[in-house]
């Protein structure tokens, strides 16, 4: 696997996904830090994550039966 990107923090990381998923430009995307730094944002991290698949599979007009 290779990596195209990587974010020093979680918003950063987000913004470049947000991006990606506008430009319709599929992308590989790294957040880079220690575990223990970011553990509190990875909730709000999941949850933007999941609104982003969605987001990507409503644009494509692809069935919702996959899971995330």
Do not use: C, Y
């Not at 698949?53 to 069935?63: A, M, N, S, T, Y």
């Amino acid at each position: 696997m290779t990596i195209d990107i990587t974010g020093d923090t979680v918003d950063q990381t987000l913004i470049l996904a947000e991006e990606a998923t506008s430009e319709g430009k599929p992308l590989s995307i790294a957040l880079l830090g220690n575990a223990a730094d970011i553990h509190h944002d990875m909730k709000s991290l999941k949850s933007a994550l999941f609104l982003i698949w969605l987001k990507i599979k409503l644009q494509r007009g692809i069935g919702m039966t996959n899971t995330f």
